[in-house]
């Protein structure tokens, strides 16, 4: 990996999932959730997605089927919560890790990390049709998402240099050599919980995402990144200081950031990218919240999903083209 030293990174850290009690359930259920992304990746996966709940939202706790038969979107929109499926996912997957937790607490905490992770990985992620349809194809493989909720920039930071993707990246089948298909994308957004938990600035939260960003380039040589800009958030509803106008001045601070790397760093400048068009489309004509896609004015609904798939998938293609010139 090439010297970030000069980045002037942010410590990385672990954390606890503020919400699961108790504090050391929460901590466990943290490095479970890391542990499971990690082993997604498989011998053909050329795309990662890394972030927050945003992007942990690809996946659903249930089958899509299955939410589809219980009308659970419909049933969980007349809930009084802020995030209507984030809630329900949050419910599910404390139910279900808290009982792994209790029965192998007594081995210790690597047992219990690692039965956590399985439980995530073979009963509780279900990617959603958008993300089948536009994403990753046929292959399943070929495209996975690895969000954890409430990561912040400094989380993902931590999960990158502690392997997270590193599956991903020397992912070769000793089986099937001939199935192997290098990583070459990974699209990055990360930054809104910056704002909301009120520990970073809009400045501070842009260039701790830049860094984040060449970071992964310099980690993994060559993998075209692309830096996701926020989508809309406000404090209407809830009680955040992930607003618009932070957002806003996020989004705008980014360009700012990432062509400061770009003059640094001739690898950044090849392999880094801005995607800043894609996040308007969540945003009504005085760039408040679209609420019927975004009902909490932060997290996506189905609609929504659906729209950033097939807004997402030619940035995709297009950094796929760029690392094919690159590395014929």
Request: glycine share 6%; charged share 20%; hydrophobic share 45%.
């Amino acid at each position: 990996m090439a010297n970030t030293q000069w980045l002037e990174l942010e410590e990385p850290e672990p954390r606890g999932m503020e919400w699961f009690t108790p504090s050391a359930f929460g901590r466990d259920s943290w490095m479970a959730n890391h542990l499971a992304n990690r082993a997604k990746a498989g011998p053909s996966t050329e795309v990662v997605l890394v972030g927050d709940s945003i992007t942990d939202a690809w996946g659903l706790t249930l089958p899509p089927a299955l939410c589809d038969a219980v009308k659970l979107e419909q049933r969980t929109n007349a809930l009084k919560t802020n995030n209507h499926m984030g809630y329900v996912k949050g419910v599910l997957m404390q139910i279900g890790l808290i009982w792994v937790w209790i029965g192998t607490y007594a081995f210790g905490s690597s047992v219990r990390i690692n039965a956590m992770a399985w439980l995530l990985r073979a009963a509780m992620d279900f990617p959603r049709r958008s993300f089948m349809r536009s994403m990753s194809g046929p292959d399943p493989m070929s495209c996975v998402s690895m969000g954890i909720m409430g990561d912040r920039t400094r989380h993902l930071l931590w999960r990158v240099m502690s392997g997270e993707l590193d599956l991903a990246w020397a992912n070769v089948d000793k089986l099937s050599p001939q199935s192997f298909k290098p990583l070459k994308v990974v699209v990055m957004l990360i930054g809104v919980n910056n704002l909301g938990y009120k520990e970073y600035s809009p400045e501070e939260t842009a260039r701790h995402i830049a860094n984040c960003a060449a970071v992964i380039a310099m980690r993994y040589e060559g993998v075209q990144v692309l830096i996701h800009q926020l989508l809309p958030a406000d404090n209407t509803i809830t009680s955040t200081r992930a607003n618009r106008a932070s957002v806003a001045k996020v989004n705008k601070t980014l360009v700012e950031q990432l062509s400061r790397l770009c003059k640094e760093s001739e690898l950044i400048e090849s392999n880094v990218h801005l995607v800043d068009d894609v996040a308007p489309l969540f945003a009504n004509k005085d760039g408040s919240c679209n609420l019927t896609l975004l009902p909490d004015e932060l997290h996506l609904n189905e609609a929504g999903y659906d729209i950033w798939a097939t807004a997402l998938a030619p940035h995709i293609a297009a950094a796929k083209g760029r690392w094919e010139a690159l590395n014929s």
